[in-house]
């Protein structure tokens, strides 16, 4: 794959031409025709974000994301507005309104109430794995692709795992503030050692499938349940019911999305499947487990113990967490429970994880804006096309993303029959497709009626061109 184009390159040329508009402004123009009817429902037609300049990108980051995906926005001159935690839904509403990208991680959430306001959006980076934070099917609708990070903080939660299957094991958590309120209890009674003990990994995905080696490597025996029929790495055997997997396992860890299939997916009778004694980890996403029920069976003595690091509802800054909406749900039953590690959603917070996903993002991110290459959306067809060959005159790239319907590419083709095309490429994905073309043989005129052009289309979701 070539490498990227920057956007200043793309500028130049377009500035020479005094066609630059120093804002960006995104036009939508509503028309019926024929080929209404062949609109899928929610999909809307049509902004046109007419091209821009680096320098005219404004790009919203929240919660922190790391220092390098920074320093990649500031090389590329993007006008970049960093703040170290999520916000409240008015103020996301206010400053989303104007930004071409924004930059999250777990917490914020791009529901369609905030979608609708940003109106001059095309894309968002999770700087995370998860990406049910976002109304990921209203994003693709209006032409913004996703994009996250699929992997790079996978080897943290795995090892965090570890540290608490031993720590459960061994009720190091107990022992540890007993210690710092001031009492000694040494004791062997209910702990044990790890190795020779049943894992069953609930979701055998990045997290899971790589949790298994190293626990293998610890003696243990390991156990997994996946919707899908994955390859089991090591000794690990993959069993075909959650509830075998739970009348089987001495440690539970959970390791799935957040999905209307996995909420609550451990209750009150997924817990009563448990071995006594068991314990139970959920590094997933606190919708995952029905909080009062894993309450109860620790207070009953079911369960020998718990890790939550993700919970329902959390807080958005660091900081004293009772402060109204806020509020983490259940803590103060979960506070009083012995054996039962509380962290807040660390599993992926490491310096090595935050700083790989702050490349990983910052790079497919910088790639969609300039080049228009979306390799690595999740809600989103993949295009990509190498990049354009500035030095050639008259050159430019069109990005047409438009409703997945019959007779788009005629219409287009008809638009675009009049120069050379030089490279074409499109996908679909439900009921979204993008274009991606280089054309030549483009004066700086026909780009201004190109561009209305193709606005003009009953297709069109989003058009960018890019010169
Ligand atoms: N605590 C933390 O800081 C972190 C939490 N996470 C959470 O962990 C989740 C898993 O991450 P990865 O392993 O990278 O995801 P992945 O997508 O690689 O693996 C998830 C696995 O779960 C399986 N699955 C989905 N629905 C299922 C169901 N109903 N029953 C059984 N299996 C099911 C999938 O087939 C897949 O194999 C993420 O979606 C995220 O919510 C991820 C990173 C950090
Ligand atoms: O990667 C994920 O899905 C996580 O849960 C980690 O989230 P965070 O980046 O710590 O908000």
Known sequence: MSSPQPISQLSKAFEKTGLNSPKNTVSTSPTTSYFDQYRPSGVKQG???????????????LENVNQTALDIFAQQGYQVEFLKTSLPEDELIEKIKDVHAI????????????LKHAKNLVAIGCFCIGTNQVDLEYAAKNGIAVFNSPFS??????????????????????????????????????CWEVRGKTLGIVGYGHIGSQLSVLAEALGMNVLYYD??????????????SLQELLN?????????????????????????????????????????????????????????????DVFPKEPRANGPYFNGDDLL??????????????????????????????I???????????????IGAVNFPEVALRALDLDQENVCR?????????????????????????????????????????????????IKNLSAELEATPFNVSTRLLY
């Open 47 to 61: 902004k046109t974000l007419k091209p821009f300049s680096a320098g005219d990108l404004k790009i919203l980051l």
């Open 103 to 114: 930059g999250i991680r777990s917490k914020t959430r791009l529901t369609e109430n905030v």
């Open 153 to 190: 903080n996978s080897r943290s939660v795995a090892e965090l795992t570890i540290a608490e299957i031993i720590s459960l094991s061994r009720e190091l958590g107990d022992r540890n503030m007993e210690l710092h309120n001031g009492t000694w209890n040494k004791k062997s009674a209910r």
């Open 227 to 240: 919707v899908l029929m994955i390859m089991s790495l090591g000794n690990s055997k993959q069993v075909s």
């Open 248 to 308: 089987n396992s001495d440690f539970v860890t959970l390791h799935v999305p957040e999905t209307s299939d996995t909420k609550q997916m451990i209750s009150t009778p997924q817990l009563a499947e448990m071995r006594d004694g068991a314990y139970l980890i959920n590094n997933s996403r606190g919708t995952v487990v029905d909080l009062p029920a894993l309450i109860e069976a620790l207070k009953i003595g079911k369960l020998a113990g718990a890790c939550i």
């Open 329 to 358: 749900p259940f803590i103060d039953d979960l506070k009083t429970l012995k054996n039962v590690i509380l962290t807040p959603h660390i599993g992926g917070s490491t310096e090595e994880a935050q700083s790989a996903i702050g």
């Open 360 to 374: 990983e993002v910052g790079t497919v991110l910088t790639k969609y804006l300039n080049e228009g290459a979306s």
């Open 398 to 446: 069109i990005l047409y993303i438009h409703q997945n319907v019959p007779g788009v590419l005629k219409t287009v083709n008809q638009i675009l029959s009049e120069y050379n095309i030089e490279k074409q490429f499109s996908d679909s994905r439900g009921d979204i497709a993008y274009l991606m073309a280089d054309v030549s043989g483009v004066n700086h005129d026909d």
